[in-house]
């Protein structure tokens, strides 16, 4: 049944002109013949035999993402295809590949070896794609080379070589790939969605969210492994700053012989709503270094470093391994094989124990931006200075239409691949490291060095999600000192949603590394979607040094008038498929819940929403066959406070939706939730805000654990709905604010502290 999901190589979205190619054309390209070639019929292929073992496999991203079928063959340029002599003497070898039915082709040359001048060129018959040139400056150190997609099913492989290298070349074909299903609008736009092959609530990384992560966003590549799936990864920098090629990506995402993947750069698009992107700046080949399952990290060393046309950065990376320094995180990832894309996490991960790593993973219990898919595997997290501090693992995360579906990522530790094992082969320190400094800390290679005055923004605190009221809440933030210098005084500024900044100004002496949590104040919601922003002014009296971390901000809900549903589940016997969502009908989700760990039997909890609105209730099952009846009767409920079922059932597949409304409240309820207590806790003042309330006569007693009334006062409609209680003489404890009119009574508790 259900399984951790582990994000392994998924959907390929190889380049039209892949690899550095060296220019020239096709000899039918430049004859205009119109001949054609003698293609090689490759064996017909029975799809649904593949269907079927994809209905299952689908389920789990710890099995790469098929789509297509590979073809063992024995092919080359002396037993196969045809040659053709010119009149100067030079030769060219032909040989099509036709595999009826594909919606794709592509290859592995085996044996790639070319003379001086000697070129490849791969296209489709129609002469409206093609990959090429290759040349001897393409060929692997051990002799390979892997060739991207042609859309299709039939190609033409064409060598050119002079008359004077005549019978130095060498090229033959071990694998074709046949492609049964469409998996990259690279291949055939018309097929794409709205959004790519990607899900919908993904953000490209050329949208606003993105702009500060410029110099991470240049790190980040896609890879095509194995010649049908894909992962994500990262070049990094090292202490000698030599710019050796390294790039990191993950240890599940080994597959085939690396010799031959092909890593393409820039494929983003270059607007926020865009859903093509570049695909020709791209290498060919690697060579493994230094791998682990432990915390599931792959080190490879490219064949040909990035030229400069390419722009590529050298991530920093982070080797403490602390979580006390880590206040936020962002992931940069291709999912799907999609253009780049990037998602948030706005709270610090944690170290979290999982399946069989024997040290603890770094976990995202949450996106609040964006999510992960398969194809993003080996996707590069970042602290909030913008190091990386792990390698994408796996996760249930995803989208949920135009949302996220509230769950969880884990990603392998840089800081524990830093140093794990006995060997170079094993660890990250002997590569990454090569001077033998001890630094645990580096910056990105693009990037200014190490400033003095730098600070970063982690999460906001104390601030939930959803507030069932809109009374005032005292929030908070965290601020590292990410700079080399200490820090004595900064400034930063906050403002909710939209209104005029509140800048507060902070004095002490924080350490590098160090962080410090700083008060708001106050924050008084509105009903409905609230925003809060916190921005950096200044550092010791200037200006930050490095803007990466300078903003953060926080998405929250609160309901002026709340109603309150309660969801329950009755498991069968696999909770751990088991899962739930409530969302707004433009696919917000507010809250969820699942998977649920193997034995349980039962959930049930209480939620506050909006009332009289209607929301839509998800409940889904990641095995596609519900909770009940095969494997045991489960079923599930929800419903409103006076006990009405708004929704219910067990059967059915993967999902099923139920809109629920919730009732407006009575006159009674409406008045309970316009009356605001605050601050609570309170110190030396509180306050009773009666909001729009207009009614005469309102009563208002303090009463201690007695019972007895120890204050009384009155309001009408002519007080401004703001009431100050004198509680500057009250002994720290526990109150009850009781307020009364003529038709209605409200009790509140109050707790005073000294």
């Not at 999901?5 to 892949?18: C, E, G, K, P, R």
């Not at 995402?253 to 698009?269: A, D, L, M, R, T």
């Not at 069932?468 to 929030?475: A, E, K, L, Q």
């Not at 209104?499 to 919601?525: C, D, E, M, R, Y």
Request: net charge negative.
């Amino acid at each position: 049944m259900k399984h951790i999901f582990v994000l392994a190589a998924f959907i390929i979205a190889t380049s039209l002109t892949a690899q550095i190619n060296h220019g020239g054309e096709p000899f039918e390209w430049k004859t205009k013949t119109n001949s054609e070639p003698e293609y090689s019929q490759m064996p017909v292929q029975d799809i649904s035999v593949y269907q079927r073992e994809d209905a299952i496999n689908d389920q789990y991203k710890d099995i790469p993402y098929r789509f297509g079928a590979n073809i063992p063959v024995e092919l080359d340029i002396f037993s196969s295809g045809e040659w053709i002599t010119q009149t100067n003497g030079d030769r060219v070898w032909r040989l099509g590949i036709e595999s009826a039915g594909a919606v794709s082709l592509n290859f592995e040359f085996g044996e790639y070896n070319l003379p001086e001048g000697g070129k490849v060129f791969v296209y489709t018959p129609d002469m409206k794609q093609v990959n090429g040139s290759y040349t001897s400056d393409n060929m692997s150190p051990e002799g390979t080379l892997g060739v991207g997609l042609i859309a299709g099913d039939k190609m033409v492989i064409e060598y050119q070589e002079p008359s004077d290298v005549a019978g130095q070349g060498y090229l033959k074909i071990n694998n074709i790939t046949h492609g049964y299903r469409e998996i990259t609008h690279i291949v055939n736009e018309a097929k794409a969605g709205p959004f790519g092959n990607s899900g919908a609530c993904n953000i490209n990384v050329r949208c606003p969210v993105g702009q500060p992560y410029d110099l991470q966003i240049r790190s980040v590549a896609l890879i095509v492994v194995g010649s049908n799936a894909v992962c994500t990864g990262s070049m990094v920098n090292n202490t000698a700053q030599n710019g050796i090629p390294y790039f990191l990506t993950a240890n599940h995402c080994i597959g085939g012989n690396v010799n031959n993947w092909i890593f393409y750069f820039n494929h983003e698009s270059p607007g926020c709503a865009g859903i093509t992107g570049p695909t020709n700046q791209s290498l060919s080949g690697s060579t493994l270094l230094a791998s682990s399952a432990e915390s599931d990290f792959a080190l490879l060393q490219l064949t040909t470093p990035p030229p400069a046309n390419f722009n590529v950065c050298y991530n920093g990376w982070d080797a403490t391994d602390l979580t006390s320094t880590v206040l936020s995180a962002y992931g940069i990832h291709h999912p799907s094989g999609d253009v780049k894309k990037i998602c948030f996490e706005n709270n610090a991960p944690f170290h979290e124990v999982l399946g069989t790593f024997v040290n603890q993973t770094w976990y995202i219990n949450q996106w609040e931006l964006g999510v992960t898919e398969g194809g993003s595997s080996g996707s590069p997290l970042f602290n909030q200075s913008g190091r990386v501090i792990g390698m994408l693992s796996g996760g249930q995360a995803a989208c949920n239409g135009t949302v996220n579906n509230g769950q969880f990522d884990f990603y392998g530790r840089f800081g524990v691949a830093w140093n794990w094992g006995n060997s170079q082969a094993t660890r990250l320190r002997d590569w990454l490291d090569p001077i033998n400094s001890g630094i645990l800390i580096m910056n990105n290679s693009c990037s200014v060095n190490n400033v003095p005055n730098d600070i970063s923004l982690g999460a906001i605190g104390n601030l939930p999600n959803i507030l069932c009221n809109t009374n005032p809440v005292n929030s908070e933030v965290t601020v590292l000192n990410s700079g080399t210098a200490a820090v004595t005084s900064f400034s930063i500024n906050h403002s909710l949603n939209g209104s005029p900044a509140t800048q507060i100004n902070w004095n002490g002496n924080l350490a590098p590394s160090s962080t410090v949590t700083v008060s708001l104040g106050q924050i008084a919601p509105t009903d409905g979607s609230n925003n809060l922003t916190v921005n950096i002014v200044s550092v010791n009296g200037g200006t930050d040094q490095n803007t990466i971390g300078n903003t953060t901000t926080k998405t929250f809900q609160a309901f002026a008038n709340p109603a309150y549903v309660t969801v329950t589940l009755n498991f069968d016997n696999y909770p751990a498929e088991s899962g739930w969502n409530i969302s707004s009908l433009n696919e917000t989700v507010l809250y969820s819940g699942g998977p649920y760990t193997s034995g349980t039997q039962t959930f049930s909890e209480t939620f506050c929403l909006a009332a009289g609105t209607c929301y839509n209730f998800n409940m889904l099952d990641s095995w596609g066959d519900g909770m009940c009846c095969v494997f045991g009767p489960g079923s599930y409920s929800v419903t409103d406070a006076n006990g009405a079922v708004l929704a219910s059932g067990g059967e059915f597949n993967f999902i099923e939706t139920t809109q629920i409304c919730t009732t407006p409240l009575s006159v009674t309820d409406r008045f309970k939730n316009a009356v605001k207590l605050y601050p609570n806790p309170a110190g030396s003042e509180a306050f009773i805000d009666f909001g729009t309330i207009a009614t005469d006569n309102i009563e208002i007693r303090i009463i201690d654990t007695t019972g007895r009334a120890i204050w009384a006062g009155n309001a009408n409609k002519n007080t401004a709905g703001l009431v100050a209680l004198p509680i500057s003489s009250l002994t720290a404890g526990v109150y009850l604010v009781q307020i009364t009119t003529a038709d209605l009574k409200v009790v509140q508790k109050l707790v005073v502290q000294r």
